[in-house]
């Protein structure tokens, strides 16, 4: 059964530092295309980030670059982002999902099968 699970979200400050975690069973990680997205209440889901399957080529939202890196550790099977610069705009439930294609999609969240269950990102003013 392939899983996703997130952790590490919490409540920071403004200017604060996040390292969320996603960590994968039943397959293998770096054979997909992994990316988060967050959502924010009252808000559509929207891409973040991805790291695509094989090469590891990475992709940023036009917000985030800068801010926030992607990384996959093959040995722990698992995606983090790492995000730093928090501003209160990021407070959000981010996901990880998964697909086997390539391309990263960021806008086509359809496109994505496997998904995690989230983990709340607070950023306090």
């Known amino acids: 059964q392939l899983q996703l699970v997130e952790s590490g979200g919490g409540l920071v400050h403004t200017g604060g530092s996040l390292r969320l975690s996603c960590a994968a069973s039943?397959?293998?990680?770096?054979?997909?295309?992994v990316s988060w997205f967050r959502q924010a209440p009252g808000k559509e889901r929207e891409g973040v980030s991805c790291?695509?399957?094989?090469?590891?080529?990475?992709y940023y939202a036009d917000s985030m670059k800068g801010r926030f890196t992607i990384s996959r550790d093959n040995a722990k099977n698992t995606v983090y982002l790492e995000m730093n610069s928090l501003k209160p705009d990021d407070t959000a439930v981010y996901f990880c999902a998964a697909r086997s294609a390539l391309v990263c999609a960021l806008s086509q969240t359809e496109q994505y099968p496997y998904w995690g269950q989230g983990t709340q990102v607070t950023v306090s003013s």
């Open positions: 790291i695509r399957r094989r090469d590891g080529g990475t």
């Open positions: 039943g397959f293998t990680l770096d054979e997909y295309t």
